[in-house]
């Protein structure tokens, strides 16, 4: 009884407000405006248990103290009339809510808008300088601006002093083109962008009247972004409004709702209006991203599923990881599926961490180990394993491209050399990328420096860098600005420069290759003619004229604390390995406007591998001894739905690597590659161009590209039929010498002979409702087995879901 | 209701599919023995709609995007920068001409329209036009649109032996933006993808893998190998959850479906045609697709994509930004013009002469179009505010060009046709009601067109 009644008013805190703990606030609480020009968005909202639950600003009557200071204008933002303070107050059936408000600087001259600060922000908003319009690298219509206001001194030099000054005329605002075309007062290809009665119109008017001001160096910078509601609890159907204020370097605050771009992470959950306004259509946990000067934060909805609260299957676990999941699923109401048992858990876990099965009598000591610590004691040894060496050692060579249409075969084993001992050593992260960006010398004493025969030149240098050690694609900026973040040419340029010293020279020995670098050379950037100081992404440029490697800086920079995306994207490539789902998704797409699925999350598992000392092998162990990581992927009711928040563990079929390699083991028969040493298996492949029918068909990558998007999961038809009718099983059933010759001469009955045919590939005995379809199937289960009977048999678990699947 | 062997009941509607009306008919007699009396059939099937003749579309995807200056809309009296290498040649429609690099094509112009105001206001990455323009949609986080021929299997719920959506040679690649291409289903889940083929049709060794067990594998054994696989399925539960596992048992059911099926066979099987009729569709990996879409559509596919090329680095495609990894202008008349033109001639003369063009409608797009003025490098870079598109067939009329661009190709003048707007005409000619809606996210309705979308009526018979 005590239990239940527990269980009930769980449900009742988790659910439904308790009368009492329900109150309205206004939001922001501190309103301070200057200026005639300047407004704040205000949004009332309901609180239920200190969480953001309700939008009330249209339904709450709200009135201001003084009408002389401040009023209410009907899209909910607060209109300056008069300097002085006075208060906003709200009421909401009983709740009541009371903010100050204070206002100067309405009397007297107003100062005129700044370049940099406000009439920037007005165009970008307006879409003026975006990608698809006068942002493009050609412009568009005769007029160019840098991509949304990077580089204000070009804009200005346009808009005022080209196209003979029609642009902006000072004398007469209402005749400058700057107005009149955004207006539509004119002709504009890109139609109406300013509505005049706005106060975006108010400030470009204000800004030429005031003698359209240059760009000031003093102008003050942007330095964050604060949203109202940080995060809000709501239904599908429900709307919430967001204010957002920008801090500035000299200090001041100001509302810049109607400036910035808004976005969101899962449109299935909810959209966002260009004004702020979020609408929620689904459930489950979505960001609002918020875009303003290169500034970026982010609000949570939270949009519960429906049904019981969950109860948490073991909240023993003290596990920091267990902790934050298992907070996730409480807030979205999702409950945790229950640990999975020791035949699902023994498959996965060799298969997510060492891409193999467990062997027959591997599974079978598991089983019937008693000990409580059995787990902890298998992911320990599985953890030191050569196949799990061997598992990485691939993973990091599709990382790193070893493939030998780019790199001699004698300067490949070599690379390939140097990465395996690493992980064998389970060097830190951050020395092992260290290594490789700072490697010369011969490319076969050390293997690292193949990195540099594979990728030749600064851009590819510069392309793949960043996207293998920090998940940031910069390729569009290689010919001009990136069209959707906020990279241009010049970052891009500058970037590649840190490369334009590495030198190869061919060596004596077959396949040798020297690295070095020189103490001259530069890239010039292609449309100012002259190379650009070399300069890491928003670091410091280094001294052109310094001949020291300029590479050691690079390493410095990407692998140093000030750069998180280095350890947040390989933490991501390792829990998307073993959870399916990278905490970002796409797995290597780390950037602001992509948070993560659970932020707090990503924040004390990186946290964690930082203070481990970039320990790769300590990450492992962490996430596998999880319960996260080791529940059923059985969902439970309302938690089908769920493929991020790791309710469940989610299926997902073998890599193709895996399965070759698992077909192999479950047969006894291993697979052959051309001028390869027989019994060698795919997971100990060094070059993608080994041929194989099957790793291709399912989904190896080409090395051809760094983009995680090269390795192909996913089930498809081809698949299906070469799993049925190909010769990669039925050719292994054919061949002697495996399993099946192995149970002939053992001379065992179709229930050992299931045993054996079923724990070797699915590591759980046959079920009594298999036994006896088999059964009536074959007939006869004393006597033993025919050939033809054990390759079916085989034929049927190898291709069953179960067997492709790790689950 | 009328099929018999379907795995739920399908309602009697408007929706009722021509392929039901042939499978009840076929299987009259077995339908009679369950009760229904001949009469009752009559009065069933009259109570339906009269079915229309089901349209089919391949839709050949110009990877890279041509340039509207060196295609169809040429500009022979610009200046030398604008106009480019190629000259116009008139066609057997007075007043059209396009350009040199397209001989055999000019012969059709009364088959096909030129729409020559194609334009989109997005980002000019490659993948984005991708998307806009196989789906009709701009993609946002969460949220990916199904191509064409996903919805319409989706929306037309057509079953049969052969797949309804077929994407050859092999998907769209990487091309810059990392985004998704819109080439799968999106949010209708993996089992309307399409059938991807995977493999070149012009190589020798073409066939389609393991189409067919082993010859030692009889239909006994066969049958017993599926009904103990099925036994092992059935056994556990731990792949409730998973779509991906929902996915391989589609896949299963597709291929078994396919293995056996003769007409399924028959479509892949390129070697049946004679020589000259290969060579006339060209023997690369366009025209041979070409050819194979041919055989498909008889077969019974729906819709067919094929993707010209495959990706824009390091191959040679439409994409003449003139430098390296990317296309020099050149390659138009070496490789792009003769593939396009011999693949594409080939197809609809083919189509016409076998009774087919009348109910398959042929789409030829690129993502976008290139620069007016020919850049430093000889090549034109991208430019989304204005290209080319051909559509024929079905109950596209031909013979027209629809809307024109400024004296240099460098914006609509008249009758802009955005990707949307391009989706209404296809949806519309394919028989697909813009009212309709398909189940996004969380079962959300999402309607097959963006609000506002406009059909191009005057393509429209």
């Known amino acids: ?807 | 209701m009328f099929r018999l062997d379907a795995d739920k009941p399908v309602t009697l509607c408007d929706g009722i599919t021509r392929r039901d009306f042939l499978h009840a008919g076929s299987l009259s007699a077995a339908a009679l023995g369950f009760g229904l009396t001949l009469p009752q059939m009559l009065a069933l099937e009259a109570k339906a709609e009269k079915p229309k003749q089901e349209m089919n579309c391949i839709f050949l995807f110009l990877l890279g995007a041509p340039s509207q200056m060196d295609t169809w809309d040429m500009k022979p009296d610009a200046p030398s920068e604008i106009r480019g290498p190629f000259k116009p040649i008139i066609t057997n429609v007075a007043g059209i001409q396009i350009s040199e690099i397209f001989p055999r094509m000019a012969k059709h112009a009364d088959k096909y329209s030129i729409i020559r105001s194609a334009y989109h206001t997005q980002a000019a990455v490659h993948d984005i036009g991708h998307q806009m323009m196989q789906t009709g949609h701009l993609f946002s986080p969460g949220l990916e649109y199904p191509n064409f021929g996903s919805a319409l299997q989706y929306l037309s719920k057509s079953s049969a032996d052969v797949p309804a959506h077929v994407l050859m040679p092999r998907p769209i690649g990487p091309t810059g933006g990392n985004l998704p291409h819109g080439q799968t289903a999106g949010f209708l889940g993996k089992r309307y993808d399409p059938f991807v083929l995977n493999a070149d049709p012009s190589s020798p060794e073409f066939h389609v893998q393991d189409l067919l067990p082993p010859d030692y594998i009889g239909a006994v054994r066969s049958e017993r190998r599926k009904k103990l696989r099925d036994s092992v399925d059935n056994a556990v539960k731990v792949f409730e959850g998973s779509s991906e596992a929902a996915l391989m048992d589609e896949n299963f059911h597709q291929a078994f479906t396919m293995m056996s099926s003769p007409r399924a066979r028959e479509a892949f099987d390129l070697s049946s045609e004679p020589k000259h009729i290969r060579e006339k569709y060209g023997m690369n990996k366009f025209g041979q697709s070409c050819l194979l879409a041919r055989r498909m559509v008889e077969r019974g596919v729906r819709y067919v994509t094929i993707n010209m090329f495959e990706t824009v680095f390091n191959e040679i495609t439409w994409d003449i930004h003139g430098s390296a990894p990317f296309t020099p202008i050149d390659a138009y008349k070496s490789l792009c013009g003769p593939w396009f033109d011999n693949g594409y001639s080939s197809l609809i003369e083919e189509l016409t002469e076998r009774g087919l063009y009348k109910n398959t409608i042929v789409v030829a797009s690129g993502e976008f179009g290139r620069t007016p003025k020919i850049n430093p490098a000889g090549g034109r870079d991208h430019w989304p505010a204005c290209w080319s598109m051909i559509m024929g067939g079905g109950p596209i009329k031909g013979g027209q060009v629809v809307g024109s661009s400024d004296a240099i190709g460098g914006y609509p003048v008249d009758r802009p046709v955005s990707p949307q707007d391009f989706a209404a005409t296809l949806y519309t000619a394919l028989g697909v009601s813009l009212e309709s809606t398909m189940p996004g996210p969380s079962g959300r309705p999402i309607p097959v067109c963006d609000y506002g979308s406009r059909p191009v009526t005057e393509l429209l018979s």
């Not at chain 1, 008013?9 to 300047?38: F, Q, Y």
């Not at chain 1, 947040?568 to 406007?593: C, H, M, P, Q």
Request: charged share 20%; hydrophobic share 40%.
């Open chain 1, 1 to 807: 009884m005590r239990g239940s009644a527990l269980l009930f008013m769980m449900a009742i805190c988790g659910l439904a407000p308790i009368a009492g703990v329900a109150d309205i606030k206004i939001l922001p609480g501190n309103i301070s405006l200057h200026g005639r020009s300047d407004r704040q968005q205000i949004v009332i909202e309901r609180f239920d248990a200190g969480r953001a639950s309700r939008d009330v600003t249209r339904q709450a009557h709200s009135s201001v103290g003084n009408p002389a200071i401040v009023k209410i204008g009907t899209d909910g933002c607060l209109i300056p009339a008069g300097d002085g303070d006075t208060t906003l107050t709200a009421t909401f059936g009983k709740q009541m809510a009371t903010v100050r408000v204070h206002v100067d600087g309405i009397r007297g001259v107003q100062p005129v808008p700044g370049f940099k600060r406000d009439l920037l922000p007005v165009l970008t908003r307006a879409g003026c300088n975006a990608g698809a319009c006068h942002g493009a690298a050609a412009g568009k219509g005769g007029l160019r601006l840098s991509l949304r206001g990077y580089d204000p001194d070009a804009d200005y030099d346009v808009l005022c002093r080209q196209a003979r000054g029609r642009r902006v005329t000072p004398g007469s605002p209402e005749q400058s083109l700057v107005l009149l075309k955004p207006l539509m007062e004119v002709p504009h290809g890109g139609g109406e962008r300013l509505k005049a009665q706005s106060p975006e119109t108010a400030t470009v008017r204000a800004w030429i009247k005031g003698g359209a001001p240059a760009p000031k160096p003093a102008e003050p910078e942007t330095l964050l972004l604060e949203v109202f509601p940080e995060s809000a609890w709501m239904h599908p159907g429900d709307k919430q409004q967001l204010a957002i204020r920008a801090h500035y370097s000299d200090g001041s605050v100001r509302d810049v709702t109607r400036l910035v771009k808004f976005g969101v992470t899962d449109a299935a959950i909810a959209t966002v209006s260009d004004s702020g306004n979020v609408s929620v259509s689904g459930r489950g946990e979505c960001a609002v991203t918020v875009w303003y000067a290169s500034k970026v934060t982010t609000a949570r909805i939270v949009s519960p599923f429906p049904g019981a609260v969950p109860v948490q299957p073991t909240s023993t676990s003290t596990s920091l990881v267990d902790k934050l999941v298992n907070k996730k699923l409480q807030e979205l109401n999702l409950p945790a599926s229950p640990i999975a048992s020791d035949n699902e858990f023994i498959r996965r876990v060799f298969l997510d961490t060492a891409g193999m099965l467990p062997t027959l009598s591997e599974t079978k000591q598991f089983l019937a180990d008693t000990s409580a610590d059995k787990r902890a004691k298998l992911i320990d040894q599985l953890l030191v394993r050569p196949e799990t060496v061997d598992y990485w050692a691939y993973r990091w060579s599709d990382l790193l491209l070893l493939n030998s249409k780019t790199i001699p075969a004698e300067s490949l084993n070599s690379f390939y050399g140097f990465i395996r001992k690493s992980v064998q050593e389970n060097k830190p992260w951050d020395t092992f990328v260290r290594e490789i960006l700072t490697a010369t010398g011969s490319t076969l004493e050390n293997g690292a420096a193949g990195f540099y025969v594979i990728h030749k030149d600064p851009f590819d240098l510069t392309e793949t860098t960043t996207q293998a050690f920090m998940g940031l694609s910069m390729m569009c900026a290689h010919c001009h600005n990136h069209p959707l973040e906020r990279w241009t040419q010049k970052d891009y340029y500058q970037m590649a420069n840190l490369f334009a010293r590495v030198r190869l020279k061919t060596g004596d020995k077959p396949g040798e290759v020297f690295v070095l670098t020189a103490d001259r050379g530069d890239i010039p950037h292609p449309r100012l003619g002259t190379p650009l100081a070399p300069r890491a992404l928003e670091q410091k440029p280094l001294n052109p004229e310094d001949t020291a490697d300029r590479r050691l800086a690079l390493a410095n920079w990407i692998t140093g604390a000030g750069n998180p995306a280095f350890a947040r994207s390989i933490v991501n490539r390792i829990w998307k390995n073993y959870f399916a789902r990278g905490l970002v998704e796409k797995e290597d797409d780390i950037r602001a406007t992509n948070p993560p699925v659970n932020g707090e999350l990503m924040d004390a598992v990186t946290g964690y591998f930082v203070t481990s000392g970039y320990d790769i092998r300590k990450l492992m162990r962490l996430i596998l001894t999880s319960d996260a990581y080791q529940r059923s992927s059985i969902p439970v009711s309302a938690a089908r739905q769920d493929e991020r928040q790791y309710s469940h563990y989610f299926a997902r079929r073998l890599p193709a690597e895996a399965l070759l390699d698992g077909i192999s083991q479950a047969v006894g028969i291993p697979s052959e590659f051309k001028d390869l040493p027989a019994g060698l298996h795919a997971s100990q492949l060094k070059d993608s161009q080994t041929a194989s029918y099957f790793l291709t068909a399912f989904g190896r990558p080409l090395r051809e590209k760094t983009c995680a998007c090269e390795r192909q999961s996913e089930p498809n038809v081809a698949q299906a039929l070469h799993l049925v009718n190909g010769d990669t099983i039925n050719a292994r059933l054919k061949a002697p010498g495996g399993v099946i010759d192995a149970i002939i001469k053992a001379k065992l009955n179709l229930p050992e002979a299931m045993d054996q045919l079923y724990l070797s590939a699915l590591c759980r005995y046959p079920t009594p409702a298999e036994r006896k379809t088999a059964e009536a199937i074959l007939g006869n289960m004393n006597g033993s087995v025919s050939r033809i009977v054990l390759e079916d048999l085989s034929w049927s678990v190898l291709t069953s879901r179960e067997f492709v699947f790790n689950h």
